[in-house]
């Protein structure tokens, strides 16, 4: 089975599950009972395509519209219902399936040659996990920061300069009444003393809290370049991984931003990050977005609970930034 065929096989098997969690619940509204018209409409093209073995590939754009159709109504739906989930789960996970189809056919390719670029991306916008490999070199850059405290040495070296002023002014007074020399050396301890307390607290300012954090807006739905991404350490995305923020705004690796992310119902949540790895613009109009990935540092438990919310209806992208 050609590549085209099987792509066309795996999306209209999911939209088959999609339609069939569909129909098996009878007490669904209205609202969501229309979504079966779409999906259904989708499902057929894909079975045609299966059936020519991917040499036809009419139709795809049309089942591309389609999914990417009942992806925003079911965004909109602000009823809970648990077959919402089960839907946007597998209708989500066809897009990129029925998008490389659409792309193929748009290229005027009927081999399965031009479908091989976007076969490894099973996440929602598939050209966004191709490009993040080559920026994994960024983030050993952030440990320069770090020699940025060596700057006060020289201002502690400074510091016993004042000693030896000081000291001369003892030397007068051995000339003085009796009572007198014992006075000036008291004295000049303390001032001795009070010279050597500024070295140590030149060091105390820190470079990292020089500046306050960005404000970054980040807008996250069903098919926003933006995204959350995971690596190879596990799937919580917060734990082991970050987010993708698609912005020709780039700010500079290892500095520390603060998200104010806008999710699907209006939702929203705010959080620090620091940015692990970023992504410039490429030259033709199919290369992935611009933009960087950030690790969350700081998040709320109510952020943490939206955050888990939006990955279960979208899956995220995969980059690894050990």
């Known amino acids: 089975m050609s590549e085209p065929a099987q792509l066309a096989k795996s999306a209209r098997e999911l939209l088959a599950s999609a339609l069939n969690a569909l129909q098996s619940n009878g007490g669904v ?28 590939l009419d139709g795809s754009e049309i089942a591309l519209g389609h999914v990417r159709d009942v992806l925003n109504r079911l965004q909109r739906i602000t009823v809970a219902d648990p077959v919402v989930d089960v839907l946007m789960e597998h209708v989500a996970s066809s897009l990129s399936k029925v998008h490389a189809l659409s792309r193929a056919q748009a290229a005027g390719a009927p081999a399965p040659a031009p479908v091989a670029a976007p076969a490894p991306v ?15 070199v960024a983030p050993p850059p952030v440990a320069v920061a770090a020699p940025a405290p060596v700057a006060p040495p020289p201002v502690a070296v400074a510091a016993p300069v004042p000693l030896q002023q000081t000291l001369p002014s003892p030397q007068p007074s051995r000339h003085a009444p ?7 050396p008291a004295a000049s301890r303390p001032a001795a003393d009070a010279h050597r307390a500024p070295p140590p607290q030149a060091t105390q300012p820190s470079v990292d809290n020089r500046t306050p954090a960005a404000v970054v807006d980040v807008e996250l739905g069903a098919l926003t370049p933006s995204n959350f991404y995971k690596g190879l350490a596990g799937n919580d995305v917060i734990e082991h991984g970050g987010i993708f923020v698609a912005t020709y705004k780039i700010p500079p690796t290892g500095s520390v931003v603060s998200l104010r992310v ?12 620091a940015v692990r790895w970023t992504r410039e613009a490429g030259g033709s109009k199919d290369s992935a977005e611009p933009g960087f990935g950030a690790r969350i540092t700081q998040i709320s438990a109510e952020g943490r609970q939206l955050v888990s919310r939006f990955t279960r209806n979208r899956e995220p992208l995969f980059y690894d930034d050990l």
Do not use: C, K, N
């Open 29 to 56: 509204s209205p609202e969501i009972e229309a979504l079966a018209e779409p999906i259904a409409q989708a499902m057929g093209i894909m079975h045609r395509v299966e059936r020519s073995g991917g040499q036809t």
């Open 122 to 136: 099973a996440v929602a916008p598939p050209p966004v996990a191709v490009a993040p490999p080559p920026v994994a």
């Open 178 to 184: 009796a009572p007198a020399p014992p006075a000036r």
């Open 262 to 273: 806008r999710l699907p119902g209006d939702y929203e949540f705010t959080a620090l990050a």
